[in-house]
Structures are given as C-alpha cells and as structure tokens.
C-alpha cells in the first residue's frame, strides 16, 4: 500500500473518533440538562434519551472495536429518527416539523457510525508492520532468533 493510501485511512479514522466524541458530549450535556432540572423529564422523553445513551456507549465501544460500535450507532440513530418523527408527530409538528426534527437527533450518530464503518472497512490493518521480536520465536521460523550479548552482559 502506498503510504497516502495509510495517511486517508487514518483520517478516516480519526474524523470517525473526533465525530463520535463531538455528538457524544452534546448528547451528555443534553442528559445533564435533563438530570438536572426541577421537573422530571416528560415520559415521551425517555425513549430518546436511553437511545441516545446507548449511542454514547456505542461511540465509546468503537474506539476499540470499530465494527460493533459502528453497528451500535447506526441502529441507534435509526431508533433515534424513529422515535424523533414520532415525538415531532406526536407534538403536532407537522411533517416540516418532522423534517427538521429527525436529522438533529440521528444525524450525528449516523455520521460517527457511517464513518467507523468506513473506516474498519479500509485496509488499515494490513498496513501497519508486524511488531518484531528479539527473543524468542521469529514468526514462520522454528529456529530461536539468537540474541547477540556483550562479553560483559549476563543473560
């Protein structure tokens, strides 16, 4: 692979992770906000705020497991424009409403999702070289690799 090839996917990557921080800590502070008021929040608004904190876990998840956290965000952000276009319905927003409504709330998890997804499917890891070992086995030898000491060194 050719090292701009490299230098692509490991922006992919990391527009993928600063996404997913930047929507996780608008949806953290919209879970403080409603954690914080006086008035419980109303009972159409728990179904948006467990799937939003479930996108929060997924965004986290793909830090390290990039396919499964991917997973997780886009079906957390079609849970989440379900349940936007059915409160913006419900509301009596209209379907203007609802238009404007169900991209703010599963916009920015599809976006982290689509580009986690892109991401791990980019040939990323075969790119990288394999670690080498100085003791030990060699990978695909049956010999030890000799380890050179210096008269004055002690194994």
Same mark, same amino acid.
């Given at each position: 692979m050719a090292p701009t090839s490299h230098l692509?996917? +490991? @922006? !992919? !990557? #990391?527009?993928?992770?600063?996404s997913g921080l930047g929507f996780s800590c608008l949806f953290l502070f919209? !879970?403080?906000?409603f954690a914080t008021n006086e008035d419980p929040p109303a009972p159409a608004a728990y179904p948006p705020l467990v799937a939003m904190s479930v996108a929060v876990l997924g965004a986290?998840?793909? #830090?390290? #497991?990039?396919r499964f956290g991917a997973i997780? !965000?886009?079906l957390c952000a079609a849970i989440l424009g379900v349940i936007a276009a059915h409160n913006a319905l419900l509301f009596d927003m209209? #379907?203007?409403g609802m238009l404007l409504v169900t991209p703010l709330y599963a916009g920015p998890p599809f976006l982290a999702g689509l580009l986690y997804g892109? @991401?791990? +499917?980019?040939?990323?890891? @075969?790119?990288?070289?394999?670690p080498r070992h100085s003791v030990g086995m060699s990978h695909g030898?049956?010999?030890?690799?000799?380890r050179l000491y210096a008269p004055h060194e002690s194994l």
């Open positions: 692509v996917d +490991r @922006s !992919l !990557l #990391w527009t993928a992770r600063i919209l !879970l403080f906000l986290a998840l793909a #830090w390290r #497991w990039r997780m !965000l886009l209209g #379907w203007g892109l @991401s791990y +499917r980019c040939p990323l890891r @075969s790119t990288l070289p394999r030898d049956s010999r030890p690799v000799r």
